[in-house]
C-alpha cells in the first residue's frame, strides 16, 4: 500500500511542479508586451520615438539563464501599469548582452550586441539605459528593482528629468 500512496504523492509533486514552472513561463513571457520589435537600428528607433512624442528609448540589457533578469520579467515588466507607462513615455527594446545579432547604435556605428554592451561598459544584468530624443544617455540602472512599484519610480526618475540632478538612490528615498 505504501508503494501506491508513494507513486499517488510523486504524481501530485510532478503535476505541482510542472503547474508552478508553466505558470512562470505565461508571466515571463508576458513581459514580451512591454518590448517593441527592433529593426536593429536605434538611430531609426529614435527617430520614430521622437516623431511619436516619447521621450527616447530604454533599452534591457539582459542574458539567457540570469536569475534577476527572470524575476523582472516575471513580477515588474508583465504588469499592465508598468507597461503603459513605459510604452506611452519609450520605445522599449531587449539586447542580449551575449548577443551576435547584428545593431546600430544611435550614431550609426555597428556592433554585434553583445559588443555594444561591452562598448557601454554594461558589466551585470539586468541594466536598463535610457536614452534622450537626442541619442544622449539620460539615465542607467543596474540590478533588478525590488518591484512594480520601485521600477515605476525609475520610470519617473527619468521622465520627470530628476536625473539630472540627483541619483536615483536618493529620489528614492525622497519620495518615501
Wanted: glycine share 8%; net charge positive; charged share 25%.
Amino acid at each position: 500500500m505504501a508503494t501506491g500512496s508513494s507513486a499517488v504523492l510523486r504524481y501530485f509533486l510532478m503535476l505541482l511542479v510542472t503547474t508552478l514552472l508553466a505558470s512562470a513561463a505565461v508571466r515571463a513571457a508576458e513581459a514580451d508586451k512591454l518590448f517593441d520589435q527592433s529593426l536593429g537600428d536605434f538611430r531609426v528607433e529614435l527617430e520614430s520615438a521622437k516623431k511619436s512624442g516619447k521621450r527616447g528609448l530604454m533599452l534591457m540589457f539582459e542574458a539567457e539563464g540570469c536569475p534577476y533578469c527572470l524575476k523582472m520579467r516575471e513580477t515588474v515588466l508583465n504588469q499592465p501599469e508598468v507597461q503603459a507607462y513605459f510604452r506611452r513615455h519609450f520605445l522599449v527594446f531587449s539586447i542580449d548582452m551575449l548577443g551576435d545579432v547584428e545593431i546600430q547604435d544611435t550614431a550609426g556605428r555597428s556592433f554585434r550586441e553583445k559588443t555594444y554592451a561591452q562598448e557601454l561598459r554594461i558589466r551585470g544584468t539586468p541594466t536598463f539605459m535610457f536614452i534622450g530624443a537626442n541619442g544622449e544617455i539620460l539615465a542607467r540602472h543596474t540590478g533588478a528593482t525590488r518591484d512594480a512599484r520601485e521600477f515605476m519610480l525609475l520610470g519617473h526618475y527619468v521622465v520627470n528629468g530628476f536625473y539630472k540632478t540627483q541619483s536615483f538612490s536618493e529620489y528614492r528615498k525622497s519620495v518615501r
